[in-house]
């Protein structure tokens, strides 16, 4: 083993020197630690005897004192003494790097394999990170001994493989950090590289899935390993995307939302919104009914200019947090006029009609009420009727034959789809329906609220307010 380690170390170094060169195009960016900072890593990994034994060398390291994030199942956290500088600013605890001058610091570690290396096993979170950094360079070595054959995966770029007399060796490098590993034996390989994306499979994939893949456009150029396949735990990787019988649609749509879960902070948004986001960033809708709808008609509702503009607010969100009101706010802001579209569709099953919202504050009898929506459809300026009129003293209930509307002296009911409406049992014809359904809610129509409910209506640029007789 000495002898296999002598030549990893001379192949890491003949071939590391000049991809290490790039390290420096990264080192003039050094932020402070409480708003992030940016290191390179170089990785060292070698399997033996049912371990992955680990060397992490960090470089261009900020002077502050910086917290180690080791692995949670690793064991036998250390110095490696690369130089006499290479531990300078370690801990005694290990736990973190002191602060100091020197920008380049090493570890080692142990990770224990239950049951050894085994095939197609995700290995999750298994390389040290330090708190608050952003790694934009790394480079790994893996060695495994001869008789022990297969693909390694890091969803980095595979530099190279080389088959020696007592090792197999591999090593990947790129931009970005690297958080996980996968291993699999038999026949599965590298088959190619598109772009940002290198494709493992088992068998060889057509000619004509490459020049598919080829057109697609993603959203960020940041490397991603696709997996035609499964891990026996069924699990998702980073920067590893596992696709069983994969084919262009299957890498399109799960790269892009890939891509743009990591650029955005979705929190607990629906999965269309996701969707939707990505169809306007790379100019293709996909996904689901309700993402193509959504989608479609939100363009709709916009001239060129817009839709560019539009384009250009999502991109300059990367990083940020998006949710149905903060689109809303964003779109509201494209458009010139306020809507609530995305909140909305968010809340129904069904598709919700793309409605402009009156934002301006609600009052009834002096009171702010909060749950009165106001929105404009074909022309007409429509009151949410449930909670308006049970605030100037009505109740409402839905029946046979219509929408009913009742206080002690009053009756009204208002048939779904007929050309009448009744009050105090006496039938009044109309042209127009003062009570009409939007996506299953009730609405109604301003001027009939004036007149049947006779109420007075006053809007300034701040507030509507609705006064009740004898109010």
Known sequence: MKIAVSIFSFLAILIGTVLFMQFQVYSDEVGSVDKGYKYSQEIEIVYRGGSLDIRQHFKNLPKEELTIEWPRNSINPNCFIENEHSCARLSEDSKKFKEGETRAQSISYVIPLENGLQSRKLMKNVLATLKNGNVQFSTVHITTEQEIEGQWVTGLPLIGEQKLSLVNYSMFSGEGPVKDLFWQDGGFRLQNEIGAL???SKTPLKPGFYEKLQNVKFISEEHLAVINGTNVDGIEGSRMLFLPNITVEKVQQKVIITQVET???????????KEMVASFLTG?????????YVSATITSQMTDDQLAEWKERLREMEGKTLNTESLDALLSEVLGASTKYLTMNAQTNQPYPFLFNDPRKIYVNEEKQSDIQVVLKDAEVLYSADSLLKHLGYDVSIGENGYYVTSETRAFRFPNDSGFYVFNQRRYNTVSLPVKQVAGQYFIEE?????LF???????EERITITAPGN
Request: without cysteine.
């Open 454 to 460: 006779l109420v007075e209506l006053k809007k300034s």
């Open 263 to 273: 650029n955005y902070d979705f929190g607990e948004s629906p999965h269309w919104l």
């Open 198 to 200: 290198s494709i493992y």
């Open 284 to 292: 293709t809708v996909f996904g689901s009914e309700k993402t193509k």
């Open 447 to 451: 001027s009939w609220l004036q007149r």
